[in-house]
């Protein structure tokens, strides 16, 4: 949209008005596209979005699985007698492992001696980065727009990870870790950008739908990703081969993306008219970001709700990447399942909390709807069984001991319970701030992204052996930081919308006394705000 089309808008807005969907130059190209794209654009922003949190995630946890292969566990630890150690899989000797003249068994590509406090630190690196350009991701969406705030993130990501084998047999873990840490931050925008773009494309009353579709591709990229590393890796292949492919994935899903989607209705060349007006009519923030008043971070940081929801955050991302992080190591090196096996495994919990996570959904929107509950309260119920539930499971799990089947069966049990953080926390940003919901994504996943640096490092000190009693005592660790996290939650979380989302509306509450929020605001007006703040709670 050129400029005095976004004049309008922003004129039509400041009026109480809808914007009118401005007037466009077709050509013959243009027509022609149109024609041929039957499928709403909204619902191709919606597949690819799924796509590209799925290439994400796969580029994120192909680590997790390839370090099991890449490190010579004999060079790196050593023998060490276990009396609680798993009997190994017959599967496993046969057919990964070679047996070299001193005696050891290794694997053929097994080449580097790191120990577990080093493959933790490495494994947290990708954290590091991924907290840094979570607000400066979400400012660069909302200023340049989300397609290439994402778009370029996710190809720095694979380029990067197309790189991981030259770069990691050059330099070792220090340049493995630095190209961890490159690749986090690449992927920092993702979220905030994404959820600026359903904002501007998608209409409120389909936001649970797409919102569903998009962020479920977390848990298909954990699903993919941890089986076709599993396939890639087997027969004692290079385990190279896991990077180029999902690089080489994320490069095609950018020029896809590049292709296919745009950061406004307003701005894509060939959706079809009907469309164009459905959404500039029914989407508010369609194009009008020039009439929104500044982020009330002042009010942001000083706000209870905010900050139990950053701790349920933080909770929830320790059992996660708990999850996501070290379950492979977990089953190799104690359960002493196969290198194929693993990957297949790995992926079974989150398809469980992929499939979960729509029936907490459903369940949750219509005990809302029939007033059986009100927001907060499913908000906490949804957020309790996704911390609660996953704690106890992995406690059983660890005491399960040697039994693989049901060390497994509580593993995915866990998993599944967590997708209720989907209809939990996770859509808890909208009730508080739908008005800055990118910003306000953008500051807990930052926040909650130091469980993701701490996890990996931390089990590596308290697994120095592998072994599973240490195990048993990271997962005791796990337990605590879920419980006491959303005890935390309980008490102070809310499931309304807060007074400085829009405090033309709401006005300021009588204890506040930090400053104005709108620049263009006089003292006077500050004081009638707050005064209209105590009409309104009489």
């Not at 493995?176 to 998608?202: C, D, K, N, S």
């Not at 942001?300 to 929830?316: E, K, M, Q, T, Y």
């Not at 990957?343 to 809302?368: E, H, K, N, Q, R």
């Not at 996943?445 to 308290?462: C, E, F, K």
Request: proline content about 5%; some cysteine.
């Amino acid at each position: 949209m050129d400029e005095t089309g976004e004049a309008q808008a922003q004129a039509h807005t400041l009026l109480g008005q809808k914007p009118q969907t401005p007037q466009r130059q077709d050509t013959k190209l243009t027509r022609t596209l149109r024609s041929c794209c039957f499928i709403p654009q909204r619902y191709i922003l919606g597949v690819m979005g799924l796509l590209g949190v799925c290439n994400a995630y796969t580029m994120r946890v192909c680590l997790n699985l390839a370090i099991t292969q890449m490190v010579n566990h004999t060079k790196a630890v050593g023998h060490h007698d276990d009396p609680d150690a798993c009997p190994t899989d017959a599967i496993d000797i046969v057919n990964t492992s070679i047996v070299y003249p001193a005696g050891h068994i290794s694997k053929p590509y097994g080449v580097f001696d790191w120990d577990e406090k080093t493959q933790g630190l490495i494994l947290s690196g990708f954290y590091y980065g991924y907290a840094i350009t979570q607000v400066p991701g979400g400012y660069l969406a909302e200023k340049f727009g989300g397609k290439w705030t994402l778009g370029l993130g996710l190809l720095s990501t694979a380029l990067f990870t197309f790189l991981t084998p030259f770069v990691t047999r050059a330099g070792g873990a220090t340049w493995l870790f630095i190209l961890r840490v490159l690749q986090g931050m690449g992927e920092g925008p993702t979220m905030p950008a994404l959820m600026i773009m359903l904002a501007r494309w998608v209409p409120p009353h389909e936001r649970s739908f797409q919102g569903a579709l998009v962020f479920g591709g977390a848990q298909i990229g954990n699903i993919f990703g941890s089986f076709m590393s599993g396939v890639l890796l087997s027969d004692d292949n290079d385990w190279s081969y896991v990077f180029f492919f999902f690089g080489g994935f994320g490069l095609l899903w950018f020029a896809l993306w590049s292709l296919f989607c745009y950061s406004t209705p307003n701005t894509h060349p060939f959706i079809s008219k009907k469309e164009l007006h459905y959404l500039n009519t029914n989407v508010t923030t369609a194009d009008n970001k020039g009439a929104k008043d500044p982020v009330p971070w002042k009010a942001i940081l000083r706000s209870a709700p905010v900050w139990a929801l950053v701790c349920a955050a933080v909770g929830h991302d320790w059992g996660y990447y708990t999850m996501v992080t070290d379950l492979p190591k977990y089953s190799t090196d104690v359960l002493k399942f196969n290198i194929k096996t693993t990957g297949t495994l790995t992926a079974l919990p989150y398809l469980a909390m992929w499939l979960s996570s729509f029936a907490f959904g459903f369940i949750c929107d219509v005990c809302i709807k029939k007033g059986w509950h009100t927001i907060k309260t499913g908000r906490i119920i949804h957020t309790t069984v996704a911390a609660t539930g996953p704690a106890i499971c992995i406690i059983l799990a660890s005491y399960a001991g040697c039994d693989r089947v049901a060390a497994m069966v509580y593993f995915v049990l866990s998993m599944a319970l967590m997708g209720g953080f989907y209809s939990g926390m996770k859509v808890n940003a909208l009730d508080l701030a739908p008005n800055y919901a990118g910003s306000l994504t953008s500051l807990v996943n930052s926040t909650s992204t130091i469980a993701g640096i701490v996890t990996p490092y931390l089990i590596g000190l308290l697994t120095p052996n592998s072994t599973l009693v240490e195990w048993r005592t990271a997962f005791w660790v796990c337990f605590v930081v879920l419980v006491g996290t959303n005890v935390v939650y309980c008490i102070w979380a809310d499931g309304k919308q807060q007074w400085w989302d829009d405090v033309r509306q709401f006005g300021y509450p009588p204890e506040w006394k930090h400053g104005q929020l709108v620049p263009t605001e006089s003292p006077e007006t500050v004081q009638e705000l707050r005064r209209q703040s105590s009409v309104n709670k009489q």
